[in-house]
């Protein structure tokens, strides 16, 4: 049976940011003050540089599904849940970096770039500074992974609630980590294959961005099946907008803005429905040009221009562009048929449109 109490007014999306952010301090202070040693804080120190840095969209949307399943009273389990979840996208972007390589995350150093200059600066021998942080940067992972955990343990749930918020937390992990296998074994493989792009998005970024975080804030509340249900029907479709829309700031964006080098993608050669869209619809010696150029690790600005011409010409970039309406629209049909309280509703619909039309 749907709950039908009144619920809590969600608090703004900055709101929720602060209170969040206030919870992963207190939980850090009170691991560094009972580190075995001071050496810990290497590593802390550059968590917490990570923690302070980016949208906090997953732990907003925990929040606001607590609120769609008219959780009501005190939300500080809402508010250490979605803390935990914050954890985990760290460990999620640090595992990510090594993976892809990456200098630059959100405008800064990515975690091994981070820890190797620090390495070196407290006097270790440049020739070891790499390793050095790619090792550091794998525990660093680690540990974001091991304190999301408890973080969730112990956010005053109590044991039915988190009985049902547990699978739904563990089915989320083991859906980004396919998602993640799924891009690496896709990247670098310049296809017109659609539906496999949009497999990878659907389980890299749609369930775990959008859907299992609004699924596990409602399960804080103790929602029932329908509220699930439509935290899905909601969540999947703008979760995929949300991705597609990413997919286009990282070729076509500005770089100050999104905090991310433009030629990243193309230089690691990501198989995004972009791509495989261009890939499809070129001539043979456009089709030539892409396999030519993306997935050069040496790709400069010229040769980039070159492909973006190619992704304009074909039209891959428009039909993106009628996707992630579609899907956003679609996200919002869904949120006006949700058992939800008309508060929860207007956040949810504001995240979706600004979601979708973002810049950064």
Same mark, same amino acid.
Request: glycine share 10%; net charge negative.
């Given at each position: 049976?749907?709950n039908?109490?009144?619920?809590t007014?969600?608090?703004s999306?900055?709101?929720?940011?602060h209170?969040?952010?206030a919870?992963?301090?207190?939980?850090?202070?009170?691991?560094?003050?009972?580190?075995?040693?001071t050496?810990?804080?290497?590593?802390?120190?550059?968590l917490r540089?990570?923690?302070t840095?980016?949208k906090?969209?997953?732990?907003?949307?925990?929040v %606001?599904?607590w609120?769609?399943?008219?959780?009501?009273?005190?939300?500080t389990?809402?508010?250490?849940a979605?803390a935990s979840?914050?954890l985990?996208?760290?460990f999620a972007?640090?595992?990510?970096?090594?993976?892809?390589n990456?200098?630059?995350?959100?405008?800064?150093?990515?975690?091994?770039?981070a820890?190797?200059?620090a %390495?070196?600066d407290?006097?270790?021998p440049?020739g070891?500074?790499?390793?050095h942080?790619?090792?550091?940067?794998v525990l660093?992972?680690d540990?974001?992974?091991?304190w999301?955990?408890?973080?969730?343990?112990?956010?005053?749930l109590d044991?039915?609630?988190?009985?049902?918020?547990v699978?739904?937390?563990?089915?989320?992990?083991?859906e980004?980590?396919?998602g993640?296998?799924?891009d690496l074994q896709?990247?670098?493989?310049?296809?017109?294959?659609?539906?496999?792009?949009?497999?990878?998005?659907?389980?890299?970024?749609?369930? %775990?961005t /959008?859907?299992r975080?609004?699924h596990?804030?409602?399960?804080?509340?103790?929602?029932?099946?329908?509220?699930?249900?439509?935290?899905?029907?909601?969540?999947?479709?703008?979760?995929e907008?949300?991705?597609l829309?990413?997919?286009l700031?990282?070729v076509f964006g500005d770089p100050?803005e999104t905090?991310?080098?433009?030629?990243d993608?193309?230089?690691?050669?990501?198989?995004?429905?972009?791509?495989?869209l261009?890939?499809?619809?070129?001539s043979?010696?456009?089709?030539?040009?892409?396999?030519?150029?993306?997935g050069?690790?040496?790709l400069?600005?010229?040769?980039?221009?070159? /492909?973006r011409?190619?992704l304009?010409?074909?039209?891959?970039r428009?039909?993106v562009?009628?996707?992630?309406?579609?899907?956003?629209?679609?996200?919002?049909a869904a949120?006006?048929?949700?058992?939800?309280p008309?508060?929860?509703?207007?956040?949810?619909?504001?995240?979706?449109?600004?979601?979708?039309?973002?810049?950064?």
């Open positions: 049976m749907t039908t109490r009144p619920g007014s969600p608090p999306f900055s709101s929720v940011r209170k969040v952010g919870a992963l301090t207190g939980f850090l202070d009170a691991k560094d003050e009972a580190a075995p040693g050496e810990l804080l290497y590593l802390t120190t550059t540089t990570f923690l840095s980016g906090r969209l997953r732990s907003v949307l925990c %606001y599904g609120a769609a399943a008219r959780g009501d009273g005190e939300m389990a809402a508010l250490r979605a979840l914050e985990f996208q760290v972007l640090v595992h990510d970096d090594v993976m892809d990456s200098d630059v995350r959100r405008g800064r150093p990515s975690a091994h770039r820890l190797a200059a %390495y070196t407290s006097g270790g440049h070891r500074a790499e390793a942080g790619l090792g550091a940067a660093l992972g540990l974001a992974l091991v999301s955990d408890e973080l969730l343990h112990t956010a005053g044991p039915s609630r988190l009985a049902q918020v699978p739904l937390v563990a089915d989320m992990r083991s980004v980590m396919y993640q296998l799924l896709t990247t670098g493989r310049l296809t017109g294959d659609i539906e496999t792009a949009l497999h990878v998005i659907r389980y890299k970024t749609a369930k %775990y /959008v859907e975080p609004l596990i804030g409602a399960a804080v509340a103790g929602a029932a099946q329908p509220v699930l249900d439509a935290c899905t029907a909601f969540g999947i479709p703008l979760g907008a949300f991705q829309r990413d997919d700031l990282g100050a905090g991310k080098p433009i030629l993608d193309l230089r690691e050669g990501k198989a995004t429905v972009l791509m495989a261009a890939v499809q619809r070129a043979p010696t456009e089709r030539k040009t892409l396999r030519g150029l993306v050069r690790s040496d400069d600005e010229d040769q980039a221009a070159e /492909v011409t190619i304009e010409s074909t039209g891959a428009g039909t562009e009628e996707m992630i309406t579609e899907r956003r629209d679609a996200a919002l949120l006006d048929e949700a058992p939800f008309e508060a929860a509703s207007a956040q949810l619909r504001r995240i979706a449109l600004a979601a979708t039309d973002r810049q950064t």
